[in-house]
């Protein structure tokens, strides 16, 4: 029945987006047939590349004109902006040229106004020539205002790369109640970017692995989350105001699919498939993952353990549910340890700082630092 169920939901929702498609294309095509549209720009999301590899994600927009985030900013400035970010007109079936190390790509975008690019090369990529900004072109005007040029960042791992890191971001960085619908809906209509709350101490603790064990690496950081393309630049300014390191952001389209036979939610399935992505980029990389215990990742992250033998060093769990749930997240955690995988489930963060000190990934310094960084944020919050 439970089956049943979820089978019904996922086809209602399935239909759902498709309806919303077609509204959607609908009313770009009667703009622009009456030359209403907005002055359309170019958002490019952060890329991330290796020898040989460049991926790049972006998405063709009309200008929302959505204000950047601020500490004064009142709640109904942060609620229009919020309106306007999960009402934006996207512009499907543009062509744009994206541009790198001597190559040229044409691309349209999707229905939804996204477009993905990626650059191969025999002869490995010399960054240090080409730079690692892939430039990107509206190769159609719409109006007289349009941001016809961006560029694209590409985020490449230093050659000491000791691992890299992989990260959710809600209940796991960002405090989001997911697993609460009215908590959620709060936080989210009622506070911007800066004045959401990270977990204490997180950000120093995401320093921290990236310097490694010796304090002096770049290890890559990975942020794969449920969350919306919809709120990148909230997100980016999130980050930026709570001193996170950046990295590239892979979130999800909206809806739901049906896959590989069986129903399940887009957000598990865009998460693993993006995981994969990341680990086939680096095949020589290990990765420690990040997560909570309030959706998925648990059983994301075990999955990726069985299909990538050796390639995950360990796993953090932010515990963020009851104790039924706890029992199956640590259930979870005795099968992933007889892979030889560690497998943490921890309620703040120092206690998973103290076990990456004791595996070797950080060092004691750095153990102060996400200790200090823990009694700045609880001051913070308090």
Request: some cysteine.
């Amino acid at each position: 029945m439970t089956d049943l169920t979820q089978a019904l939901k996922e086809r209602l929702l399935s239909a759902v987006e498709k309806v919303e498609h077609s509204i959607s294309m609908a009313k770009f095509k009667a703009k622009d047939r009456l030359h209403l549209l907005e002055p359309i720009n170019i958002m490019p999301y952060y890329g991330f590349g290796n020898d040989t590899y460049v991926y790049v994600k972006g998405r063709v927009l009309e200008d929302e004109k959505v204000k950047k985030p601020s500490e004064d900013g009142s709640t109904l400035t942060h609620l229009k902006d919020t309106y306007k970010r999960y009402e934006s007109d996207e512009i499907p079936g543009i062509k744009l040229t994206a541009s790198f190390a001597g190559q040229e790509i044409e691309l349209e975008t999707d229905e939804e106004g996204f477009f993905e690019v990626e650059f191969r090369t025999e002869t490995p990529f010399d960054y240090s020539t080409t730079g690692q900004k892939v430039k990107l072109r509206l190769l159609e005007q719409k109006t007289e205002n349009d941001k016809l040029e961006a560029e694209a960042y590409i985020f490449v791992p230093g050659k000491n790369s000791e691992f890299g890191i992989i990260s959710d971001i809600d209940d796991t960085v960002l405090v989001s109640k997911i697993t609460h619908f009215l908590g959620k809906l709060k936080l989210m209509l009622m506070k911007n970017a800066t004045q959401r709350s990270p977990f204490p101490g997180i950000a120093g603790f995401l320093r921290a692995l990236g310097k490694g064990s010796d304090s002096k690496g770049s290890n890559p950081l990975f942020f794969v989350s449920g969350s919306e393309w919809n709120l990148y630049d909230l997100l980016i300014s999130f980050f930026r105001s709570h001193d996170i390191p950046e990295g590239p952001l892979l979130l999800r389209d909206k809806g739901t699919r049906f896959d590989r036979g069986e129903f399940e939610t887009s957000e598990q399935e865009y998460k693993r498939e993006k995981i994969r992505h990341i680990l086939d980029t680096y095949p020589g990389l290990r990765f420690i993952c990040i997560g909570d215990s309030g959706q998925h990742d648990p059983e994301i992250y075990q999955k990726v353990v069985q299909e990538y033998p050796g390639r995950i060093l360990g796993i953090y769990i932010r515990d963020v549910t009851p104790d039924k749930r706890d029992r199956e997240v640590r259930n979870i955690a005795s099968q992933v340890k007889e892979q030889k995988v560690e497998m943490e489930l921890v309620e703040e963060t120092l206690s998973a700082a103290r076990h990456a000190v004791r595996m070797g990934w950080i060092n004691e310094d750095q153990l102060e630092d996400v200790q200090q960084a823990c009694e700045k944020d609880e001051q913070q919050e308090s």
